[in-house]
Antibody
Framework: VQLVESGGLVVQPGGSLRLSCAAS????????MHWVRQAPGKGLEWVSL????????YYADSVKGRFTISRDNSENSLFLQMNSLRPEDTALYYC???????????????WGQGTTVTVSS | QTLVTQEPSFSVSPGGTVTLTCGLG?????????ASWFQQTPGQAPRTLIY???SRSSGVPDRFSGSILGGKAALTITGAQADDESDYYC?????????FGGGTKLTVL
């Protein structure tokens, strides 16, 4: 199992960014996927979850209405579209594979190495 | 947002046993919160230790165990080793998403 995040950049407040996570080594559409972030020197913060079929999505209150999670099962890829970015969104963003395909509460099984997003003018 | 609490820091002697806890700002943690535990060393991605309260993730030694104790989720490490010195995070399922605790910095000395 391998998860490789990309797309992290320095962006100005109010800007947009799209993160990607390329998955390999497992049947991608059998598993739900998460985004989790970690601000510099801080703890982990769960951001979003999408079911294996893409039909169910959940968001943390801190990003609801600004971030959109999606997936392309034909390309084994997970995405996070981030709009209206704020300085407090600055973090290392990890994608993580769940244990199951539904959003049923099994949590993060395998983690990528992360991609860094910096929101600053 | 619901507050998930963890001890900020803890220390254990080599070979000793330590129990870290994960609670709620209001109320008790039950198995319905599907507590998971993660270990993170500086500069590394988190590693999953426990999911669904007490199921060990693949490859995790049985020195690590999860349970519910006194209304909190608990991670017990027995026979502590030097490389157990890490940050430990719990996460709880809130029905429509997850909330992490603030993490516990474990020192082995």
């Amino acid at each position: 199992v391998q998860l490789v995040e990309s797309g992290g950049l320095v962006v100005q407040p109010g800007g947009s960014l799209r993160l990607s996570c390329a998955a390999s080594g497992f049947t991608f559409d059998d598993f739900a996927m998460h985004w989790v972030r970690q601000a510099p020197g801080k703890g982990l913060e769960w951001v979003s979850l999408i079911s294996g079929d893409g039909g169910s999505t959940y968001y943390a209150d801190s990003v609801k209405g600004r971030f959109t999670i999606s997936r392309d099962n034909s390309e084994n890829s997970l995405f996070l579209q981030m709009n209206s970015l704020r300085p407090e969104d600055t973090a290392l963003y990890y994608c993580a594979k769940d244990y199951v395909g539904s959003v049923a509460g099994y949590s993060m099984a395998v983690w990528g190495q992360g991609t860094t997003v910096t929101v600053s003018s | 947002q619901t507050l998930v609490t963890q001890e900020p820091s803890f220390s254990v002697s080599p070979g000793g046993t330590v129990t870290l806890t994960c609670g709620l700002g209001s109320g008790s943690v039950s198995t319905g919160y599907y507590a998971s535990w993660f270990q993170q060393t500086p500069g590394q991605a988190p590693r999953t230790l426990i999911y669904h309260t007490n199921s060990r993730s693949s490859g995790v030694p049985d020195r690590f165990s999860g349970s519910i104790l006194g209304g909190k989720a608990a991670l017990t490490i027995t026979g502590a080793q030097a490389d157990d010195e890490s940050d430990y995070y719990c996460v709880l399922y809130m029905g429509r998403g997850w909330v992490f605790g603030g993490g516990t910095k474990l020192t082995v000395l």
